[in-house]
């Protein structure tokens, strides 16, 4: 019996010490699992970060592009309001030439237009519609021709033989050289009307 006995100790030994090691085994296994579920977690919390972030910029940078397109939408738009706006004064300028207040501008632009060329020989070209009233204005010496020109524009323009002068008095060109802060009063006032 001692024999059987000792068997029956040993077994029940080997039965603990087989418990033991899968006991251990299972913890050791759920200890990894964890881990891995852990390391998974962090993981997958990374890369949704790392989504969102980029869906984020993506969302920030087609704002700004819309933004940066409906600017220019609207600029382009106001440019061409201002060009309409533009050519359609330019077209009454040769009206304007016979309107009181150009006629009673108009002998001081030339006086000092042609006192700009001092002893200079030179050409005034000059819009037919106001040719006879620059006549008088400068006069007829031999040192000024006065022509009358419908390629001139809608005023004159002086220039001295030589080259050293040139003065445009066109409507054309004021309006050219006015144009900015024109275009800034009727944009202004655009933005104001409802």
Do not use: Y
Request: proline fraction near 3%.
């Amino acid at each position: 019996m001692a024999l059987e006995h000792l068997i029956e100790v040993l077994r029940q030994g080997t039965e603990a010490e087989a418990a033991a090691i899968l006991a251990a085994a299972r913890a050791d296994a759920d200890a990894i699992r964890a881990r891995n579920e852990a390391e998974l977690t962090e993981r997958r919390g990374i890369q949704l970060t790392a989504r969102e972030a980029q869906r984020a910029s993506a969302i920030a940078l087609a704002l700004t592009t819309g933004r940066r397109a409906a600017r220019r939408e609207v600029l382009e738009a106001r440019q061409r309001l201002l060009d309409r706006v533009f050519a359609a004064a330019a077209a009454r300028f040769p009206a304007a030439l016979d309107r009181p207040e150009f006629r009673a501008a108009l002998p001081a632009l030339v006086t000092e237009a042609v006192g700009c060329l001092g002893s200079r020989a030179g050409t005034l070209r000059c819009h037919p519609a106001i040719h006879k009233q620059l006549k008088g204005i400068a006069g007829s010496g031999a040192s000024l021709r006065i022509t009358a020109d419908p390629k001139a524009g809608s005023g004159f323009k002086l220039a001295s033989d030589d080259g050293a002068v040139e003065i445009d008095g066109t409507l054309e060109d004021r309006l050219v050289r006015r144009a900015t802060r024109l275009a800034v009063e009727v944009a202004a006032r655009l933005e104001d009307e409802p």
